[in-house]
């Protein structure tokens, strides 16, 4: 079967401006997304990872509009969102959901449960009023929780239940696209795993499509048909989750998976520590974004920026920004600790 | 082979709060030991009360907070019993600790220099210049760059990662016998994790300090831990060698925790979920605390809590399959994986 | 820094234009013909044409702006209707009475209100704590001129202290050769700033005392007095040195009731007086400097407050 795209972002560019000087005029701008591009299809769900400041939270945040980028194009069904007005944004809300990290922040507490999913339901006309009792707790069953908690406040569940009623939310207006943005971060492992399974679930029954945000390599790996790799605004590699976790090409990427604690003893692996921190998005480093931590870098990645490739020893659809992907798998390279 | 010392033990210590609501009881039933030169870890997840068991034992805990029973031995001697007095002069000299949030934990009035050179005059009377000198070595230490310029800085002026290595040289300061480090990484990314966890273990390889790393994340117990001590609600209910742990974990809790564990290392077809969510400290079970999420729980599991019972090998467990008194089956299914009770247990019988 | 010092100057400048259209327009604002009123009732009609030449009514509001602005620029503020002085003169011959005045209750209400906050902070939730934020309650709600003269009525009036009727008799050349003067009026101020005071300290260091770095600094083996005195305490101040700078432009200006309970000659008296007789020159003078001065106050809040708290720096 062909694979239908849903998303297309092109060259989406978000930077945010700096005040500063006497008269508070722009001095200069956090790149926070500079110019990345992507696409989801439908009913997969795609993962962007990255540490703190990669850009990952703001590239969902755009798609959405809920900040408006800066440049670029974010392509649902073929409609650029960027171009199109605000009220006929408002139309395509409803495709378009988010969930975020902190449920509890996003919902009015002094609102029940009920009333926040029939708040979401009555502003896109998903239904009639008199049938929306019966949906919100047909939402509730779904996300496993009890009809009659519809009456309940958010204070009066915990963590986990709270990020049920913000995915009830979001499917209360039937939508084909759900941005979850740190979605599982704050849960403790074990409702973690109840959370995963329920949007694995979710999935399978209503055809949706997941836009996953997060920090976590194993989440994402448990969750994902694809992945996209950012550091600094930018894409550093992107590719199913096979070929990305079994034979990422991108030092960055090896680096981050090598990084990561893994849960059993006796699995010693060889880490590569990368040094210093990341650097500020304000003064990005030239040319390859990672040249100033990366064991490999050359004069020229200070100065060329490398482009996302597929190498002849990747999988079609795996593709890294690096100069020099062959000669590291030949050993040509070696790293310079 | 010689027994090796033991530098800290914890036995049954309880710790409860007063609050609005009653009191809570934050830490009921706390027991492990450390042995010198080796890391504890101390996992659990949020409400577990593993923070308040590393607060307990330097008794640092808020106003309200009250350690009700128990003994915190260090090097045989029960810091419970000590003096105020007694115990300012151990804090940040024998021991001393590090805290989860890099940026909130230093002062951010004071240089860095003057935090860690406080501890410095505190403890082993040092000049103010003696203890500027001993400062940028500590940073220089910790792997700071240009130490004799970053002494100068204050804290807003440094990056998470590089306030967690001055946390890590100030609680270095006095050479400690032990190193209690509360989630020191939990707010750090992972590649800046990966740093500090490295920092630790050189230094605790270079130092010999003993250390009680506090974490929720199993796969930060398994790279850095000799020991381990799982906590739920406010119990160790397994402690264990690392391997035992990992390999053969014994307790339902610990086998759920590790099933539910996304994994980016290995490929898992679905996620083994613990049902149901920690149990609030005002409502705890009479039984087991974990008996009311745990598939293999008994009407035993329900009416009785079980203590915590040491094997062979010195591994304990707090769980009723592994007694003498266990009523439910001999083999036990727990999240896909198949433990034998110790007794034989009621046995089934089948209908023709 | 010095950045900032200069944009924060010249942030000022539209405030004090403000202020300067404000002033003026109070001429215009009150009611009928601002020469009748100056003139007085039954004046003749050439005695109202004269003075209204001389205030420059005669010119078009925007040039009557530029002229009243050119000449404050200057320090002209015009002349008292009453005295014929220079309202300049007028204004400095007071101002001195009314800062020392501000100054001093300053330094009380700061004295008192940090003893009281730290105290109250330390034993949160004991009666030393109760006791002190129930009088600090009792100090921010009882109005000054009441306070006033129930000092008057026991000290002064009452014969608790014999001499004390001094108080009483103030000389309208200034006053500061003698403390006994000075007391009463201070303490009438400075008791009411040091309930504000006492209740941010508070307030604030039960903030800072559940900060992570105060359970670090006791990680570190530092004693409770240090924990408080130089790990609290330092951060606890930073919010507290904008309410006193605050306070003291505050007393600067406002201290007009106190000023008429105890007859003081200070800028508050010399402005009720004007306002009494309506000599509006004076009104005028005395609301533009006391603008001016809160602004200045403001201004130097502002800018020790960046000073102290370093971290704003960066953002």
Redesign the interface.
Same mark, same amino acid.
Do not use: C, W
């Given at each position: 079967m062909e694979k239908q795209e849903l998303l297309k972002v092109e060259g989406l560019k978000q930077y945010f401006p700096i005040k500063g000087g *006497?008269l508070g005029r722009t001095v200069n701008h956090v790149k926070a997304v500079d110019d990345i591009s992507f696409t989801v299809y439908e009913g997969e769900t795609v993962s962007i990872v990255g540490e703190s400041g990669c850009g990952k939270s703001t590239t969902g945040r755009a798609i959405l509009r809920l900040e408006e980028p800066t440049e670029g194009k974010v392509e649902f069904r073929g409609v650029n969102l960027a171009d199109i007005s605000k009220r006929q944004m408002r139309n395509y809300r409803k495709d378009l959901q988010i969930i975020f990290q902190d449920p509890y922040a996003s919902i009015n507490p002094r609102q029940t449960v009920a009333s926040v999913l029939t708040e979401a339901m009555e502003i896109q006309k998903v239904l009639p009023a008199n049938k929306r009792r019966h949906r919100v707790e047909e939402l509730l069953e779904t996300v496993g929780l009890l009809p009659y908690q519809a009456d309940r406040f958010p204070h009066e569940f915990s963590g986990g239940q709270r990020q049920r009623i913000g995915i009830a939310r979001a499917l209360s207006v039937n939508p084909q696209l759900i941005i979850c943005d740190e979605a599982v971060s704050a849960l403790d492992v074990s409702i973690q795993a109840q959370v995963l399974n329920l949007l694995e679930e979710l999935q399978e029954e209503f055809k949706l499509t997941y836009l996953f945000i997060s920090h976590d390599l194993g989440v994402v790996r448990h969750i994902s048909d694809r992945i996209i790799v950012m550091y600094l605004g930018k894409i550093m590699e992107i590719g199913d989750k096979t070929s990305l976790f079994e034979n990422p090409k991108h030092p960055y990427t090896k680096a981050l998976l090598s990084a990561i604690p893994v849960p059993d003893p006796d699995k010693k692996k060889e880490r590569i520590v990368l040094r210093g921190d990341v650097p500020s998005p304000i003064d990005p480093p030239s040319g390859c974004r990672f040249h100033t931590r990366c064991p490999y870098a050359t004069a020229k990645c200070k100065v060329e920026v490398p482009v996302l490739r597929t190498a002849s020893s990747m999988k079609e659809g795996h593709e890294a920004a690096c100069h020099y992907i062959e000669e590291i798998e030949s050993g040509e390279k070696q790293p310079n600790y | 082979m010689s027994v090796p010392e033991i530098i800290l033990e914890v036995k049954n210590l309880k710790t409860s709060f007063a609050t609005d609501s009653g009191e809570v009881r934050a830490v009921d039933g706390v027991s492990f030991k450390l042995p010198k030169g080796q890391t504890i870890g101390i996992v659990g997840e949020s409400g577990s009360g593993k923070s308040i068991t590393s607060l307990s034992i330097?008794r640092?805990l808020a106003s309200n907070g009250k350690i009700k029973e128990g003994e915190v031995l260090y090097k045989g001697q029960d810091l419970l019993k000590f003096s105020e007095d007694q115990m300012?002069?151990?804090?940040?000299?024998e021991i001393?600790?590090i *805290?989860q949030?890099p940026m909130?934990?230093?002062?951010?009035?004071?240089t860095v220099g003057q935090q860690i050179g406080?501890?410095l005059m505190?403890?082993q009377n040092m000049s103010k210049k003696e203890a500027h000198i001993r400062s940028v070595e500590l940073l220089k230490l910790v792997g700071i760059p240009s130490p004799d310029k970053r002494v100068k800085n204050?804290p *807003?002026?440094l990056s998470g990662g590089m306030r967690q290595r001055v946390?890590i040289a100030?609680s270095l300061a006095c050479d400690p016998e032990i190193l209690i480090a509360d989630e020191p990484t939990t707010a750090l990314d992972v590649t800046i994790q990966a740093q500090i966890l490295e920092l630790i273990k050189e230094l605790q390889d270079r130092l010999g300090m003993s250390v009680v790393f506090i974490t929720h994340d199993l796969g930060v117990v398994a790279e850095t831990c000799d020991y381990v001590a799982v906590m739920y609600a406010g119990q160790v209910v397994e402690y264990a060698d690392i391997r035992s742990l990992f390999h053969y974990p014994k307790l339902p809790y610990t086998i759920g925790l590790l099933k539910s564990l996304p994994r980016h290392d290995i490929e898992q077809d679905k996620l083994e979920p613990i049902k149901g969510n920690v149990p609030s400290p005002h409502d705890m079970p009479v039984g087991c605390r974990f008996s009311p999420r745990c598939p293999a729980a008994t009407d035993l599991c329900r009416a009785k809590m079980p203590q915590l019972e040491t094997d062979e090998k010195g591994n304990q467990v707090r769980c009723w399959i592994y007694s003498e008194e266990w009523d439910g089956e001999s083999e036990v299914n727990i999240y896909g994986e198949t433990r034998i009770a110790k007794s034989r247990g009621t046995e089934t019988v089948l209908p023709d | 820094m010095t950045?900032y010092i200069?944009?924060r100057l010249?942030q000022t400048i539209p405030v004090l234009i403000g202020v300067t259209i404000l002033v003026f327009s109070l001429m215009h604002l009150v009611p009928g013909d601002p020469a009748q009123i100056v003139a007085g009732e039954g004046a003749s009609e050439q005695t109202v044409e004269n003075i209204r030449e001389r205030l420059g009514l005669n010119e078009s509001i925007p040039v009557q702006y530029g002229n009243f602005l050119g000449n404050a620029v200057q320090g002209d503020l015009g002349s008292s209707i009453r005295s014929g002085r220079p309202v300049m003169e007028e204004i400095a011959s007071r101002f001195w009475v009314t800062f020392e005045l501000a100054f001093y209750s300053t330094i009380l209400a700061v004295f008192l209100g940090l003893i009281a906050g730290i105290v109250s902070a330390v034993r949160h939730y004991t009666l030393a704590d109760t006791s002190i934020m129930i009088v600090a309650l009792f100090g921010l709600s009882m109005p000054n001129f009441w306070f006033g003269l129930l000092l008057i009525q026991w000290f002064a009036i009452g014969n608790w202290m014999p001499e004390s009727l001094e108080f009483l008799k103030m000389r309208p050349s200034g006053w500061g050769d003698s403390w006994r003067q000075i007391i009463l009026p201070v303490v009438t101020l400075g008791t009411g700033g040091a309930a504000i005071i006492a209740r941010m300290t508070r307030s604030s260091m039960l903030e800072v005392v559940g900060?992570?770095?105060i359970?670090?600094?006791?990680?570190?083996?530092?004693?409770e007095r240090l924990v408080t005195y130089r790990?609290a305490l330092?951060?606890a101040l930073i919010p507290v040195v904008t309410v006193v700078g605050l306070e003291f432009g505050g007393f600067l200006g406002g201290a007009v009731l106190t000023e008429t309970i105890f007859a003081i000659n200070g800028m508050g008296r010399l402005t009720i007086d004007a306002i009494r007789t309506r000599d509006f020159p004076v009104v005028q003078g005395t609301v533009l400097v006391i603008s001016v001065i809160f602004v200045l106050v403001n201004l130097i809040v502002d800018i020790s407050y960046r000073l102290?708290n370093?971290?704003i720096d960066?953002n």
């Open positions: *006497f | 330097l640092l300012r002069k151990l804090r940040g000299n001393s600790m *805290f949030e909130t934990s230093l002062n951010p009035v004071y406080e501890a505190l403890h204050y *807003f002026e946390m100030m | 950045k200069i944009r010249l900060q992570d770095y359970r670090t600094a006791r990680a570190k083996g530092v004693s790990h330092k951060n102290l370093k971290r960066l």
